[in-house]
């Protein structure tokens, strides 16, 4: 599949700072592909997305998003592609009813008033909150407020959605509910291209490729199993291993039969069931 994000060499230094947020980092993206990026504190993540959304003028490399290279001149035109979803759910809000919130995108793009109804519907519809419609966004819960801001940007219909720690001041019924939409938005026929910066690797591995950033260099790049099955890689990059590699060593540890290689949670739930019925 063709590329919608194409970064090359791109470098960035916050000024006065003495490292380099971003060394020459270079990385293709293809359309309808699921990302994570992961790192420790201060790799460089956010600075990553944030150069991508043209929210920070680099001035070395360049990243191309669907086929228009990045400049003062096109960054409306490729953050036009671009949703970003960010951690703090509470400042995200600007509409006084979900509804309206969800309008806001639409409204600035002058969407005619039907046609924005319709769509400000289906998008509520497709983050499971139509029937919160008419409520009060600070009434919501995290998760809830989450779907709704991520209503907003599926209603503008853009081919990217970026997750900056979407998800990470959700408790877990509310971070599997965001998920679940991310899933659902996948197997409907246009998948968006989705890159999500997280810290929770369960959710890491639901992607489907990988970016560990270090020091604002990206060090590596695979499938969730190779990096999850690294265990040299997670140490010298700081990543805590996921649960099921942490239960795989305690078997292992203890000489009872352990799987290889890395599990998912409900891989891992299916081989304890299978290897604990042929006990
Ligand atoms: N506004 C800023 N001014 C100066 N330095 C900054 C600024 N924002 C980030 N940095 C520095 O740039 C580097 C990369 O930060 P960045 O926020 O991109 O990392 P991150 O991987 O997203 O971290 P976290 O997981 O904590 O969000 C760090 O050394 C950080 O201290």
Redesign the pocket.
């Known amino acids: 599949m063709a590329d919608i994000i194409k970064v090359e060499q791109l470098t960035y230094r ?4 003495d ?1 380099l ?1 971003l060394d020459h980092v270079s990385f293709s993206v293809a359309a309808g592909e699921w990302i994570a990026i992961v ?10 997305v ?1 150069a991508i959304d043209g929210l920070i003028g680099y001035e070395e490399g360049s990243i191309t998003v669907a086929g228009t290279e990045l400049s003062p001149e096109s960054v409306w035109l490729v953050r036009e592609h671009i949703g970003m979803v960010f951690q703090n759910p509470d400042n995200q809000f600007v509409g006084a009813t979900v509804a309206d919130d969800v309008a806001f995108g639409l409204e600035n793009a002058s969407v005619p008033r039907t046609e924005m109804q319709e769509r400000v519907k289906a998008a509520l519809s497709e983050v499971d909150m139509l029937d919160f419609a008419d409520r009060e966004p600070s009434r919501l819960s995290g998760g809830q407020k989450q779907r709704v801001a991520l209503a907003g940007i599926i209603a503008m219909n853009p081919s990217i959605i970026v997750l ?2 979407a998800t990470s001041m959700l408790d877990p019924h509310g971070r599997q509910t965001v998920l679940a939409v991310l899933t659902k938005l996948r197997k409907a026929g246009q998948a968006p291209t989705i890159i999500s ?1 997280t ?1 929770d690797l369960a959710e890491a591995a639901q992607a489907q490729r990988l970016l560990v ?1 270090n020091d ?1 260099k990206l060090i590596t790049q695979g499938t969730p199993t190779t990096i999850f099955s690294n265990d040299a890689l997670l140490q010298a990059t700081g990543l805590d291993e996921p649960f099921t590699t942490k239960l795989s060593r305690a078997l292992a540890q203890r000489q009872l039969a352990s799987p290889t290689g890395y599990l998912t949670d409900d891989e891992m739930e299916d081989w304890l069931w299978q290897s604990h019925s042929t006990m």
């Open positions: 916050y000024s006065q700072a490292q947020a790192g420790h504190n201060g790799s460089g993540k956010s600075t990553l944030r900056d720690e910066i810290h950033m604002g």
